[in-house]
Every structure is written in C-alpha cells, then in structure tokens.
C-alpha cells in the first residue's frame, strides 16, 4: 500500500473516481490495472476534533484498509472522513 501525498494525484481521484458512502466516510475508488501497489489517502477535517482524535481515526481506517486489502488491492482510495 502506497500512500498519496500529491495533491494533483487526489484531485483526479476525487474528480473522476467513483463515490460510495460508509460508516467510514466517503469513499472515491478509481479502478487501476497499471500499479501492482495500490494507492490510499486519508483525509479527515479538522471539524472531527483536536490532533488525537484525527490520529484516532486515521489508525481506525488504516486498520479497515489492512484488514480489506484483498477486496481493495485494484483501486486506488481516498477515504474523505467529515464530522
């Protein structure tokens, strides 16, 4: 798992992936057959709380995404997590 750090990369994503709701937040999947490595961006506001609380949730969502990663290992992700 790669992690997404350039904001040109997030955009796409988010412009031309597909959106899907969950408990986690909303979810921008964009199907990828070139990268052997799947690529994930966490996003969480600052509206969810004070530093501890975001790092909390992004340890949550890493977690899911361990765990899930056979089901997810052809898309690239971005996990958007608002209040």
């Given at each position: 798992?790669?992690?997404?750090?350039?904001?040109?990369?997030?955009?796409?994503?988010?412009?031309?992936?597909?959106?899907?709701?969950?408990?986690?937040?909303?979810?921008?999947?964009?199907?990828?057959?070139?990268?052997?490595?799947?690529?994930?961006?966490?996003?969480?506001?600052?509206?969810?709380?004070?530093?501890?609380?975001?790092?909390?949730?992004?340890?949550i969502?890493?977690?899911f995404?361990?765990?899930?990663?056979?089901?997810?290992?052809?898309?690239?992700?971005?996990?958007?997590?608002?209040?």
């Open positions: 798992i790669v992690s997404l750090a350039n904001k040109d990369e997030i955009r796409h994503i988010i412009i031309q992936g597909q959106k899907v709701n969950t408990k986690f937040g909303l979810l921008f999947l964009q199907k990828d057959s070139n990268n052997i490595l799947s690529k994930i961006g966490i996003l969480v506001k600052r509206k969810s709380g004070n530093a501890v609380k975001r790092n909390y949730i992004k340890r969502i890493r977690q995404v361990c765990k899930e990663y056979n089901i997810i290992s052809h898309y690239n992700i971005i996990i958007l997590k608002n209040v």
